[in-house]
């Protein structure tokens, strides 16, 4: 039922902003580590060395380098343990690991590994079983990528979330909680601060990016604010 | 007026029979008479073996005896309906700030081969890009491309049988190019390991990487020691995937190899040109069509394909297109082609085309027609025609081995096998579930959008180029 705590704030497609949004992109390129798994005793050790860069490439790049997929297993760490050691039990909790309830790499890594330690510990003897192929240990170099696009008012917010990149939307939706360390997003951090929806903000934080694709996630960021004009 | 001749397969050369089998009627745009291409002769034949039945009926179709002119370069813009205009606009952006910076790429050679069709796209877009890029090739001796073909192999895993002579005659043909060229540029990229050894001119303030386009996972170890030292002397080495790599002291790049949306091979096609391709060759489009693109090569298992199809066939109707080069100029290839043809049998569904190496339009329009690719490799580089099928949002099935996994991913972008089995139960599943396989074509056309283009790699070395100039500073989450 709806309630009017509930409904989305009036918003004036004019209203201007106390500060503008600046939409952003980024490109990335992709450096091959040294480790590579071949266990999951393996993966387990390399987890706690690899560079943060990895668990960011494997865990939060993944979902834009297959952002067009939504079935099967929402990263890389999960869709190894499925495909290449057969571990099922081991590959859905690893998918179940939502990098939107982290806002930092290091609490990310010390989960992956609990559950990796916590799987061999119940299943020993798959800890030294070898995988059919193993997991090559990469890292995100990421550069920021400015672009011409500028909101001053919702309206233009629409306008501009219509013209960015894929890229963008996962520079500013998925990406930003690692730069924000909130969990939220550049979207809602600033319909909320900037043109106080804050209820606007709340429900676009709340859209699943792990049953939408980033083309999904705009089309429902677009209808959200559409609803709001 | 135009010469003409006809070129046949071996075992097309009699009336009678049910394997289809390309007649390829060359055409030459001069007067003079020409020549017939050799037509290659098959030697080795199990002698036990029934005679293999020959083409009951001929297929002509005029492919050009040399290779047609190449169109011009598509233009940056010209990717905008498949990229967005947001993705051009970020190139752009990422090129201004190289703005003044000067590159030069040099290998082996000009024309042919993976690594010149994309430096034939890669330089005039990064120029357009007003990154001003020069592409330079290395001469040599026949020598020199003996011992180069000899490495190429050995890094492959081949034997070779490495001398003091050989190495000394690839340094002394590296310091020949070495004191030919100049190297004024700001960054160098030297493609795989023919010219490596022009390290020798790096200098403080220019950059160097070294792009491997070869599995070295599993390399001849005299001659990887032979030319690590080299490597190591760049500012970075860039591999196809990770599993090509080795141990290095300098870091590694994961740069995937790419297809052109516009070139003839993928671009989009008329459906007049393709029904037109499929008539000729005799395929009939009102029932399923499988396709494999390859060369005639043990290593692309085409017996298993048929294999796999005669499987299928006991439960669903199809025909089975192989379609490939390497007859022609590769006496192995030409046994191999014996041998598929030996597979067929007298099955008027299998069609056998050895097409000529500039045959991309009417590869593409065989690829279109197809309603599964197959790809059933046995080894494998990288797989660019899995991803050219991709691309074309075809339902794909393909051997586990390589860079295939890379892009195949099991049940979401495609289906991969590891046996001839399994090969045919795929088919019919998805022959039977139009709904999943029309979900794996379009998981798998979106999966090269994302990584496999050529407007992918161009924005991959923007940023390669400014991190290592130092232009900017890669953000690293934390």
Redesign the interface.
Known sequence: MATAQNLPQPASPLRWARAPFYFN????????G?Q?ATTLAELAEYLRTC???SI?QHM?QTL??????R??FSNDFA?WAF?ACNEIGLAERLAAVDVREYT???ALRETLIGIVEEYLKKNPRTRERTAF??F?F?A?????????IVARNLAEFAEGLK??????IHYHFI?AR??LKLNSNDFSVWLEQELDLGTLADRINRIDIYTSTLQDVRRQILKIIEKAL | MKEKDTKQTPAASSENGGVRTQTVEHTTATEAPTSPPEVPQVERRNPNAPPVPPARERRKYKVSETPPPPPPPPKLNDYEPIIGKAAIDELHFLARHLRGKTVKMVNSTAVGGGVAEILNRLIPLMNELEVPTKWEVITGGNDFFEITKGFHNALHGGEYNVTKEILDLFQMYNEQNRQRMEFAEDLFVIHDPQPVGLIRSKRDRGRWVWRCHIDLSNPHAEVWNFLRPFVEQYDAAIFSSPAFTRQLAIPQYLFYPCIDPLSEKNKTMEETFVQKVCEDFGIDRTRPVLTQISRFDRLKDPVGVIQAYKLAKKYVDCQLVLAGGGATDDPEGAVVLAEVMEAAGDDPDVIILNLPPWSALEINALQQASNIVIQKSLKEGFGLTVTEALWKGKPTIAGAVGGIPTQVIHKLTGILVHSVEGCAYQIRYLLTHPEFAQQLGKNGHEHVKENFLMTTNVRRWLVLFQILLGVVKPARPS
């Open positions: 992109s980024a490109a990335h390129l992709i450096r091959i040294q590579k560079p943060d860069a960011f939060f834009q380098e297959h952002h067009y997929i079935e099967g869709h495909a930092s790499i290091k192929e193993p090559y990469c995100s170099d990421t550069v920021v990528v400015p672009t011409p013209q960015v990149s894929i890229s963008g990406q690692l730069r």
